[in-house]
Structure formats: structure tokens, C-alpha cells
């Protein structure tokens, strides 16, 4: 209804809103969640990686073989620390892809399933259909449901154009921005997990000796950090979800939803972007 700038406003908006209500379950799907044909794909260069490891191994033996025929380079007591050491880190090698697999899918479950069970808590008291449905029509479906960025956003721009536009404005296209960074990391994160699984036969190489060893900490700190984002970042999202959802219950009825509450709620979900 502003002439001259209302047309460019409202879509602008809506459309930002739109973005941030799909938010986690694009970044879930797309950047989160390692796909299954991600890691198959990563199995051919595997393989290499795999036989360079198995060369490996029959050089440490042949070097055992020789330390024990002559008693030079490893001691008795040495080999015998070893030997249990290289049968473990065989196995693991020719095991290496099979584990990732299973680390990855696990890391899936997880990331899903936290954020599930915070978003699936029920907030507030109970209300009927046609209470649902009176909220629904005001665009503010907050208080029996999920917190929803388009619907808070129509309600706070009906409340009033100066707060839509002074306060709204830069909550969603801050939280939009911050979505744009994360995406780009994220991208990152997935080259890094497919790298760290075709390298994972000679990390459990360096697992055999003591100068070695520390390389292959360093691999699995890593692997493991990566791995856990997705089950992290859905703990904080679906906290940050209850949270809002919370605050939101608190500040709306549905004869006078606050506003301000509403953009408060808003504020607090966009708070994991960041």
C-alpha cells in the first residue's frame, strides 16, 4: 500500500522469509548430510591409497623380519610391541572404508534425529482446530506449531510498515547473509570429509610407529570433528528452535499478537546462523 517502494518491499521480504524458514532443512540435506554416493564415490582412490598402505606393511614386516635374523635396528622387546600393533593397523587399513561408511552414517542419524526431537516438543497449551486455524489466517502459526519467519514477518508488517522496515529488514537479510557464509564452509567441510576418507589406509599407517602416531591423532581429530558438526549444529538449531517457539508462545494470544515478541522469536532462531 506505500506507493512507489511497496511493490519491491513486501515480495523482498517474503521472499527472505521464505529462505529462512527452509534454512536447516536445506543445509541438512544439501551441505549437512553426507551422501551415500559421496562416500562410494570416494571409494575408487580409496583403493589406491589401500594397496600404497598393504606396500607399507610388507616393508614393516620385511624391517621386522631383518631386526630379528640380525638384532639390528629394532630390539626383541621392540617386535614384540609392534607385531600386535601391525596385525591391528592391517586389519584397519583393509577396513578403513567400511568404518568412514559407518562413522558418516551415524553422523546422519544423529544430526537429524536431534533436531527432530527439539522441533517436535510441543509448546504451550494445546489448541483446538479451530484456534489453529483462526492463528493460521493471521499468518502467525507460532503458538500451536512451529515458529514460521513468512507468517511472523506478515504480521509484524500489517502491525506496522516503520518496524517492518527498520527492524525486520535487517534481522532477515542479516540471518540470510550469515546462511550464505555457512554454505560456503560447509562446502568445504564435505571436500574435506571425502579427502579424509581416501587418506584414511595410510593414517592408520603412521598409527604403527611412535614418530608417525601423531599424524594419525591428527586424522582422526579431525575425521571425528567434522563428522560431529552435523549432530552439533542440530542440537544448537533445534534448541534455538524450542527457544523461539518458547518466547513466541509466551508473547502471542490470539486476539493480540505482540509484534515485537514475534520479531524477538525470530531474532533467537536466526542465532545458530551466526
Known sequence: QIKGIGWLICPTMEFLANINDMAYGVLASNFLQIDTGLVKGAEAPWAKFKDLANIAFVVALLF????????????NYGIKKMLPKIIVAALLVNLSFIICQIAVDLSNILGYGISRFFTGLEVGATLDSTTQEGLADKGLETL???LNWSGAIGLIMVAGVSIAMAVSF????????????IVLILLARKALIVLLIVIAPLA??????????????????????????????????????????????????????????QLAALGISALPFF
Open 64 to 75: 621386522v623380519i631383518y631386526s630379528q635374523v640380525t638384532s639390528v635396528g629394532i630390539s
Open 144 to 146: 500451536g506449531t512451529a
Open 170 to 181: 535487517p534481522v532477515v537479510l542479516s540471518a540470510l547473509l550469515a546462511l550464505a557464509m
Open 204 to 261: 592408520f599407517v603412521a598409527y604403527l610407529l611412535p614418530n608417525t602416531e601423531q599424524w594419525f591423532k591428527k586424522w582422526a581429530k579431525m575425521f571425528s570433528t567434522l563428522l560431529l558438526l552435523f549432530p552439533i549444529i542440530g542440537l544448537v538449531f533445534g534448541a534455538s528452535a524450542l527457544a523461539a517457539k518458547i518466547v513466541a508462545t509466551a508473547g502471542g494470544n490470539e486476539d493480540d499478537p505482540d509484534p515485537l515478541i
